[in-house]
């Protein structure tokens, strides 16, 4: 009988012990806003490009890398007016980002751009 009390005390023991060492998740909080991804600050931004010398090679190029910038959701590039008019989520990128972004293609020494107006949205 001596070893079976033995046995039940170190039972409960390791029990216990196990127990009070294993992390418990119902207890923790957690911080709400890091879970919760910020709402799309939407703006639209028409940008004056120079530098654009025919409407294949340059405007679909622009455009198209435009499109592809994370943070821009929809861009157009006019080659007749030299505007390229980007909507874009503000928390992601922004209007100098932008202009850099394509004064920076095909090597930045090619095209420049510069803000005409800019319109925020919701």
Do not use: H, W
């Not at 294993?22 to 939407?42: H, Q, Y």
């Amino acid at each position: 009988m001596n070893k079976k009390a033995i046995f039940l005390l170190l039972a409960i023991s390791a029990t216990l012990i196990i127990s009070c060492s294993i992390n418990d998740e119902k207890g923790k909080t957690k911080d709400l806003k890091s879970d919760v991804p910020k709402m799309a600050k939407m703006e639209t931004v028409s940008l004056a490009i120079s530098g654009m010398t025919c409407e294949i090679g340059c405007a679909k190029t622009i455009q198209s890398k435009l499109s592809k910038k994370e943070g821009v959701a929809d861009a157009v590039v006019v080659f007749t007016d030299s505007i390229a008019t980007i909507t874009f989520n503000s928390n992601k990128t922004s209007t100098e980002d932008l202009s850099s972004f394509i004064t920076g293609i095909a090597g930045g020494n090619l095209y420049s751009a510069s803000e005409i107006r800019s319109k925020k949205s919701l």
